[in-house]
């Protein structure tokens, strides 16, 4: 069983910088797979980036890409999402996911392969 905690979620001016922590316990974080995903009021979740158990590996929604950047820290237990560039779109839930994986370079985009979900943090981007 996974615990996953999000953190560093706030209140950020269009064009600003927030970076987002998951830290896990409880299980192996070293052998699941990560990934962020968001839900913004009145709209379904949706895929923001994972990355591989080990790292080698990272995948984002065109939304994000060259904006988002999703890094692990194995010996920490943590994810983060490191978020530039951000704008009023962005605003949402943002989620942490895992899912225990024995292939070291796979990644999950979507939300029904995860297994562990954290309790969310939330974005706001103000215009």
């Known amino acids: 069983q996974v615990q996953l905690v999000e953190s560093g979620g706030g209140l950020v001016q269009a064009g600003g910088s927030l970076k987002l922590s998951c830290a896990a316990s409880g299980g192996t974080f070293g052998s699941s797979a990560m990934g962020w995903f968001r839900q913004a009021p009145g709209k379904e979740r949706e895929f923001v980036a994972a990355?591989?158990?080990?790292?080698?590996?990272?995948h984002y929604a065109d939304s994000v890409k060259g904006r988002f950047t999703i890094s692990r820290d194995n010996a920490k237990n943590t994810v983060y999402l490191q978020m530039s560039s951000l704008k009023p779109e962005d605003t949402a839930v943002y989620y942490c996911?895992?899912?225990?994986?024995?292939?070291?370079?796979?990644?999950?985009?979507?939300?029904?392969?995860?297994?562990?979900w954290g309790q969310g943090t939330q974005v706001t981007v103000s215009s």
């Open positions: 996911a895992a899912e225990p994986d024995p292939i070291p370079m796979r990644v999950h985009t979507v939300g029904s392969e995860y297994d562990y």
């Open positions: 990355i591989s158990r080990r790292g080698g590996a990272t």
